[in-house]
């Protein structure tokens, strides 16, 4: 009796201080799990933060591509800025043209020597301003 008795709180204790390192051990293990992935997380926002901004960025400053319907029918691959597929992409366009067209980009814009363009322009003069500023850019995107 005496021995059943002895044996039964060994056994016991051995349980309880078996249950308690498991759950002692595993909660620790929790935190340490919880607080890898919550760097993790900020880690991604601040990624997905810069990202945004340099998309923002992007969109403004190539935007003229944009509101001429210029990305409708071209790509400007060098610049990050996909676009239709009707017209040649014009990364090198700034650089191609003379050869191509006969005339440098400025006067190309202002008076295109293709069908289609002289159709485009035609139909959507653009701005002394306008035509500056997307020789500017096909400038940059011939140098990426
Ligand atoms: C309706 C479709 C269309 C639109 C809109 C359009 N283009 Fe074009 N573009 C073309 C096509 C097609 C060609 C090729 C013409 C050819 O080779 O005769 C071309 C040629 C060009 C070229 C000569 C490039 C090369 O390699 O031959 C330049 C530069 C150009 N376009 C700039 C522009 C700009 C800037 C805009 C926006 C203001 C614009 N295009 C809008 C269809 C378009």
Redo the contacts with the bound molecule.
Sequence with gaps: MQLKTNGMIFLLAFVLAFAGGYFFFNSGKTEVMQAVTNEQSTKKEVVEEEESQSEEQASAEFEI?NT???L???AVSSLGLEG?I???D?S??YT??EG??GVD?DS??KE?T????T???EG?P?SDEDRAE?VDL?KKASEE
């Design positions: 591509f001429n319907s210029c409708s029918c071209h239709g009707t017209g040649p014009l090198n366009s191609d043209i191509k067209h980009l190309f814009l295109p293709s069908a289609v363009m159709g485009v322009i959507n653009l997307i096909l």
